[in-house]
C-alpha cells in the first residue's frame, strides 16, 4: 500500500513538472520595446488680414474697367444677401446677421437740407438722397486658422471667412475703414461661380496668395518661376525664410550654449558628412547641384591667419608664424529654410511644406560684419530627428516654434494664438 501512494506521488510530481516545462516552452517572447519619436503636438493661431484690392490696369493705365468689375460683383453679393442666398454675419462678434439687419448696412440714406432760393431769395428745404456706393470697398479682410503639425511638419492655412471694407469719409475726411459684414469663404465661392464678366475667385485668390509673400522674412528666389499655376485655381512657390535661435539666454537667463554638448549646426554637419543623405550646394537662390564631401568640408574650413614674430634667440630674426582656427559651431545660430507653397483657392487652403534647412554663418572681419552664407543644404526630413531632440528641452527657443512665430510679426497679421 506506501509502495502504490509512493508511486501515486511521483506520477504527480511529474505531472506538474512536464506542465510547467510545456508552459515555459511555449511562453512568448517578450517584444524589445521600440522607442517611438515624440512631437509637442499641433500649433494653431486665428488670423485676420486686411488686404488692398489692387486694380488692374487697361490700356493706357486706365483701371476703370476693373474698378467697375469689383463694383458690380459686390452689388451681386449684396443681391445674394437679401434675397437670402447665402448669410451673413456681423463684424463685432460674427453673430448672424438678419434680413433686416443686412439691409440696414447698404440701405439707401436721405439728409434734409435748408437752400436758398437763388430767384426769390427764400429758404427752401430740399431731401438729399445718398444710394450706398459699392465702388467705395476696395479693400477685404480674410479670418483664417493657422495650424502647425510638429508630427508632419506642415503648416496649413484655411480661409474660414472674407469680408467687403470700406472707406469711411466724413466731410471728405477719412476716418477709417470698415468691415460691412462677413461671409463664409464657401458661400463667397458660390457667389464668384455666379458672376460671369470677370474671374473674380482667381483675382481674389491672387490677392490673397500674393498677401503671403509681403512677409519681410521670405526670400523669394530669382532664377526660379516665381509662380506657377496647378490647374484653374491653384498655385505653387518656392520661397527661403530665414530665422534665427535666441542662443545668448533663455527665459531663466542661463547660457543657451551650454544646454546642448554639440550644437544643431555641428549636428547636422555631421549628419551630411555620414553619406547617407543629400548634400546640396547653395546658390543664393537655394538648393543647387549636389555637394561633394570635399566641397562639404571646404565650407567650414577658415582661412588661417600669418602673424609675424621676433626671434626669442640670438638671431633676432623676424618670423612667421601660421595659425589655424577650427570652425565654430557653436556661434552659428542663424538657419534659412526652403519652403513650397500650394494654394486651393476653391477649398480656400494654403498648404505650407518644409524642403530643405541650410545653417547660415556670419562673416565678420576686424569685428565688422561683412555678410553671411548658407553653407550647405539638407533636406528637412533628413534633419527632423535632430531638430526634434533639440526642441524636446527648448520649448520656446527652437528652429521650429521661431519659423512659427516669425510668420505673425507683420503688423497685418493681427490675430491670437
Avoid at 12 to 27: D, P, R, T
Avoid at 134 to 155: A, C, L, Q, S
Avoid at 184 to 208: H, N, P, R
Wanted: with cysteine; hydrophobic share 35%; net charge neutral.
Amino acid at each position: 500500500m506506501q509502495q502504490m501512494k509512493k508511486l501515486f506521488s511521483v506520477l504527480i510530481a511529474l505531472a506538474f513538472w512536464s506542465n510547467g516545462f510545456a508552459q515555459q516552452k511555449v511562453a512568448p517572447k517578450a517584444k524589445p520595446v521600440v522607442a517611438q519619436k515624440s512631437y509637442a503636438g499641433v500649433w494653431r493661431k486665428d488670423v485676420t488680414r486686411r488686404i488692398d484690392i489692387e486694380l488692374k490696369a487697361g490700356a493706357g493705365g486706365d483701371t476703370a474697367k476693373s474698378e467697375e468689375e469689383w463694383r458690380q460683383f459686390f452689388v451681386l453679393l449684396d443681391g445674394d444677401l437679401k434675397a437670402g442666398k447665402i448669410l451673413a454675419y456681423n463684424n463685432y462678434n460674427y453673430g448672424l446677421l438678419t434680413a433686416k439687419e443686412i439691409k440696414e448696412l447698404t440701405k439707401t440714406s436721405y439728409d434734409t437740407i435748408v437752400v436758398v432760393d437763388p430767384v426769390n431769395g427764400k429758404e427752401i428745404t430740399k431731401v438729399m438722397k445718398h444710394e450706398f456706393d459699392f465702388g467705395t470697398i476696395n479693400k477685404i479682410r480674410v479670418r483664417e486658422k493657422w495650424v502647425y503639425d510638429e508630427e508632419t511638419g506642415m503648416t496649413t492655412i484655411q480661409i474660414t471667412e472674407i469680408a467687403p471694407v470700406r472707406d469711411i469719409f466724413v466731410d471728405g475726411d477719412y476716418r477709417g475703414s470698415q468691415s460691412i459684414y462677413w461671409i463664409k469663404w464657401d458661400d463667397f465661392v458660390k457667389v464668384c461661380e455666379q458672376y460671369t464678366k470677370a474671374d473674380m475667385l482667381k483675382m481674389t485668390g491672387s490677392l490673397i496668395w500674393e498677401d503671403y509673400f509681403r512677409d519681410t522674412a521670405l526670400v523669394k528666389p530669382k532664377r526660379r518661376p516665381e509662380m506657377q499655376a496647378i490647374g484653374a485655381y491653384g498655385l505653387e512657390r518656392t520661397a527661403l525664410r530665414n530665422t534665427r535661435l535666441l542662443i545668448e539666454q533663455d527665459e531663466d537667463n542661463t547660457n543657451l550654449r551650454e544646454v546642448m554638448d554639440t550644437s544643431i549646426a555641428e549636428l547636422l554637419y555631421n549628419r551630411a558628412l555620414s553619406g547617407a543623405v543629400i548634400v546640396c550646394k547653395d546658390d543664393q537662390n537655394g538648393p543647387w547641384g549636389r555637394m561633394t564631401s570635399e566641397e562639404l568640408k571646404k565650407s567650414i574650413t577658415l582661412p588661417p591667419d600669418t602673424l609675424e614674430v621676433d626671434d626669442m634667440g640670438a638671431s633676432g630674426v623676424e618670423m612667421r608664424k601660421i595659425i589655424y582656427h577650427d570652425f565654430c559651431f557653436e556661434c552659428v545660430n542663424k538657419y534659412c529654410v526652403q519652403e513650397h507653397w500650394v494654394q486651393n483657392m476653391r477649398k480656400g487652403t494654403t498648404v505650407i511644406d518644409y524642403a530643405w534647412i541650410a545653417p547660415v554663418k556670419d562673416s565678420v572681419v576686424d569685428g565688422e560684419y561683412k555678410g553671411s552664407n548658407r553653407l550647405f543644404w539638407i533636406k528637412y526630413n533628413d534633419a527632423r530627428e535632430i531638430l526634434a531632440d533639440h526642441n524636446s528641452s527648448h520649448s520656446r527657443n527652437n528652429i521650429e516654434w521661431q519659423l512659427w512665430e516669425d510668420r505673425f510679426k507683420e503688423p497685418r497679421h493681427k490675430g491670437r494664438r
